[in-house]
T-cell receptor, first 112, second 112 residues
Framework: NAGVTQTPKFQVLKTGQSMTLQCAQDMNHEYMSWYRQDPGMGLRLIHYSVGAGITDQGEVPNGYNVSRSTTEDFPLRLLSAAPSQTSVYFC???????????FGPGTRLTVL | AQSVSQHNHHVILSEAASLELGCNYSYGGTVNLFWYVQYPGQHLQLLLKYFSGDPLVKGIKGFEAEFIKSKFSFNLRKPSVQWSDTAEYFCAVIANDYKLSFGAGTTVTVRA
């Protein structure tokens, strides 16, 4: 099993550009989530999904969209990138919402 | 949503010293509790978890944690640290709102 995979590993954007961070898992997990990690702030939940077709907002959803058309994939879209979105983004999946989460390797995003 | 507090931002220890990292959370209902570790350049991995039962839980690499419900705490301990324990440690809590909340993290540096 590949576990949780994320692409790209690194990305540099200019302010106002849009892009999609990809996340996929091959463990048939129902629950998937996106976090951003910033120094001194831990990980903050952006959006999460409890199953295909169901998504909800986390702690810091503004400026991000998600969709969950399949169990395997959970892409994160930045609509109009801003310097405040410079961060490391982690995708995670788990069997259920309260279960151990398995994290991807992360995407380091810089917005100029 | 619940909040999670980690008392120490940065801990510096010598090898063979004992380690204790504090974690408190704010939610008064039933919670699932986790400690995750992030080694330099790697993604998060689960150290241990508490769902129910014995409040003293043992995890990987000699770590253990004690859940004290009356104090809303889930402190992490290791009797004797090694240089390889240098990492960032995150406490996390999830309640019935499906949102996993992380503390800000504690950086542990172990000197040889």
């Amino acid at each position: 099993n590949a576990g949780v995979t994320q692409t790209p590993k690194f990305q540099v954007l200019k302010t106002g550009q849009s892009m999609t961070l990809q996340c996929a898992q091959d463990m048939n997990h129902e629950y998937m989530s996106w976090y951003r990690q910033d120094p001194g702030m831990g990980l903050r939940l952006i959006h999460y999904s409890v199953g295909a077709g169901i998504t909800d907002q986390g702690e810091v959803p503004n400026g991000y969209n998600v969709s969950r058309s399949t169990t395997e994939d959970f892409p994160l879209r930045l609509l109009s990138a801003a310097p405040s979105q410079t961060s490391v983004y982690f995708c995670a999946s788990s069997y259920g919402a309260g279960s151990e989460q398995f994290f991807g390797p992360g995407t380091r995003l810089t917005v100029l | 949503a619940q909040s999670v507090s980690q008392h120490n931002h940065h801990v510096i220890l010598s090898e063979a010293a004992s380690l204790e990292l504090g974690c408190n959370y704010s939610y008064g209902g039933t919670v699932n509790l986790f400690w995750y570790v992030q080694y330099p350049g790697q993604h998060l991995q689960l150290l241990l978890k508490y769902f129910s039962g014995d409040p003293l839980v043992k995890g990987i690499k000699g770590f253990e944690a004690e859940f004290i419900k009356s104090k809303f705490s889930f402190n992490l301990r290791k009797p004797s640290v090694q240089w390889s324990d240098t990492a960032e440690y995150f406490c996390a809590v999830i309640a019935n709102d499906y949102k996993l909340s992380f503390g800000a993290g504690t950086t542990v540096t172990v000197r040889a």
